[in-house]
């Protein structure tokens, strides 16, 4: 008398790998979407911080409100540095003002994503930048 067993085992073992290949697929892929996404908004709010620095003492004097360009720069970066990240996400980044003309800040954010599910099979670490520039409005007194 033959059996079949052992073959639904061997189906059932392929199939659950085949399974968690592909959520592993779509979790780390949506992590790595979501990071993107995250890259462009950190930059975003770094460089309107950095945009809301006008220089006070002259501001309070009754002179023109004019951004200071340096703490701009100061505070675009600090808030990069002070935003709080997952475990698998890191970040660097970088305020400049484009040009040296003191009117539009840019700031460059890079973040490092680690995959979740998927460094078992020797997934890579994801690198993702993100980009805003600000103008920094100024009033003639």
Do not use: W
């Given at each position: 008398?033959?059996?079949d067993?052992?073959?639904?085992?061997?189906?059932?073992?392929?199939?659950?790998?085949?399974?968690?290949?592909?959520?592993?697929?779509?979790?780390?892929?949506?992590?790595?979407?979501?990071?993107?996404?995250?890259?462009?908004?950190?930059?975003?709010e770094?460089?309107?911080t950095?945009?809301?620095?006008?220089?006070?003492?002259?501001?309070?004097?009754?002179g023109?409100?004019v951004?200071?360009?340096?703490e701009?720069?100061?505070?675009?970066?600090a808030?990069?540095?002070?935003?709080?990240?997952?475990?698998?996400?890191?970040?660097?980044?970088?305020?400049?003002?484009?040009?040296?003309?003191?009117?539009?800040?840019?700031?460059?954010?890079?973040?490092?994503?680690?995959?979740?599910?998927l460094t078992?099979?020797g997934?890579?670490?994801?690198?993702?930048?993100?980009?805003?520039?600000?103008?920094?409005?100024?009033?003639?007194?």
């Open positions: 008398m033959r059996t067993s052992g073959r639904v085992s061997v189906f059932v073992a392929v199939a659950i790998g085949a399974v968690l290949l592909i959520v592993g697929l779509v979790v780390d892929g949506v992590g790595r979407l979501r990071t993107q996404q995250l890259a462009d908004n950190i930059a975003a770094a460089a309107r950095g945009g809301q620095q006008i220089d006070r003492a002259a501001a309070v004097g009754g023109a409100k951004v200071d360009v340096d701009a720069v100061a505070a675009a970066e808030y990069v540095d002070g935003f709080v990240l997952p475990d698998n996400i890191t970040a660097t980044g970088t305020a400049e003002p484009v040009a040296g003309d003191g009117t539009r800040l840019r700031v460059t954010v890079t973040l490092t994503y680690q995959p979740v599910m078992f099979l997934a890579d670490v994801g690198t993702v930048t993100g980009q805003a520039t600000a103008v920094l409005l100024t009033e003639e007194p």
